[in-house]
């Protein structure tokens, strides 16, 4: 029977639509491979040698004399620094200037490299990045949001192939993000306890959909999983705020990250992702009815009319039946 | 200059992105053409000849003595009617069986037409149907809201190529639904007006973003779209569901449906869309907050990592030049 299941957090609703199930390995059929890259692409603004086609980087990390990871600003960002924060009307309608920052973190000199594929300690190399310049930014007073994320493969939205994450601050916080929280802060009121914190102790009691669990995180495919293999990874200790990421927590993260994207690649044949770290407004960074978490989507499927009319994902897969191929993935 | 710009609605923010800025015709390059379909197609459940393949449909209007619509109900549907509509809980998770009624509109039996190429009256009868099934199916008590829509091509989500709408309608109303009717519902305490009302007035006062003005609808791209041609009928009359549509008001609506799809196929190309009537859920049919729609949205880019985290949508088009470069297609 097909069910209905929610997401607790956000009270969102999807459908386990049992009757057109697919299971895990359905999505392996008539993918195309995907083409060998060199290790090196003369071409490339982001491979050595080409430094002077970026901004000078904010932020570069060394080894041996040479750069192992460059942050630069976007070359064609679609929000600039150099704008005012002004909001006006139009009429009734509201606009503001494009203020933002937005960087490329360039993850490391390999053209052909991806978290999945990269060793260990490259792999926390950028997740160092990722929190230092989510902290450097959010001490911009006129920044209200940091959104690190990251898009693998054409699906996904990148054309670029050399591996990198991008970073994108605004002024705005929108409804998109608000009204979680909005959700999380009356599940405080009424429990007393972080929504997600509870979560994480429900999906552990229950366990059949956890992919990992280490001393500090936990990688699930959760109960109410919008589309086959969304997954996420979440901290068990409670923080609103990925800027509070330790460096104990940084070390278990990558490894953590690398091994779940490792799995995702070998086992399901290097499909397109995107991920976004989920982490509360500057404005609201040491909250205690809000926790920052990574949720990873995979583009196996595509939402239609039905998605965009309702926000009711219909998912063909079981989150149980995704996880439990994920943990079978050796690596 | 980028600019941010709000919803006035949802409050929901996109982003112009004018320093990435396309042209509407950069939307031709490189489409890869769209194979001829035959009129019949021997193997197709929804052509004449194949009403077997099918289960019994639920309307069917005629003309002449064969058919020239059929509602059937989805075989391959992710909820179904013999299901109850019992909440339980799965520890602190809660779940409800996939109760729900799914139907397909089989809008001609012709294999190769589609809403652009039907004759106005072929589009009219569509959308009579969207009414009588919207107004039958609302009827059942266990029914909270009901979605029409239409996917048009792979990339919104549909592989049978046969000219066919569906509706979905579930006992379930999630947050995506209820929190825009909640903003609408601050903005009338406030204004004492229907803010899409308002927001109609605003934007036929600004004109530019107008594609076609009738008596009874506007089609316009809205001032904050999310993406490339974003497009919305919106009845000038007010009212919360599309069940209250009139006769002479469904005339209308199919000549502006019509005519808007058929700019779109002639100007972009045949792009792949899908479209929606968002209307009130039927428990909030008759509110003086709410104001039913129908939005369209083209198929022409990718949401990444940033608008999945933030939902602030990245817009690489004036919506000003898309209603402009629509405005000037001749059909």
Redesign the interface.
Known sequence: ??????N?A????V??????AKRPEDFLKGKEARPELPAYSPTCPFCPGNEGKTPPSVLTMEEDGTWKLRVVPNK?????PQ?STK?ER?????????F?IAEVIIETPAHNATIATMDGHDVQRVVEAYKSRQVAISQDPRIN?V?V???HG?????SLEHPHS?I?A?P?I????R?PMT?ATLAFDTYGSCVFC??I??EL??SERVIIETEHFVALCP??SRSPFETRILPKRHNSSFTTISDVEIEDLARVLKTLLRKIYVGLDNPDY?????SAPTTDEDVRFYHWYI?I?LKLT???????????Y?NTTYPEQCAAFLRDVSI
């Open positions: 029977m097909p069910e209905f299941r929610q607790m956000t009270k969102e609703w459908v386990i639509a049992t009757e057109r064609f960002a679609a929000l600039q704008f909001r139009v009429g009734r309608f509201l606009k503001a200037d494009g933002g949001m959104t994320f990251r898009n054409p699906k996904a939205g990148t991008q994108i605004t705005i929108p409804p998109h993000v009204s959700q509870d979560m102790g429900e009691r229950q109960f109410a995107n991920y976004i770290i989920r949720l989507v595509t939402p239609a009319g039905f998605e965009i009319g309702s926000g009711i219909i």
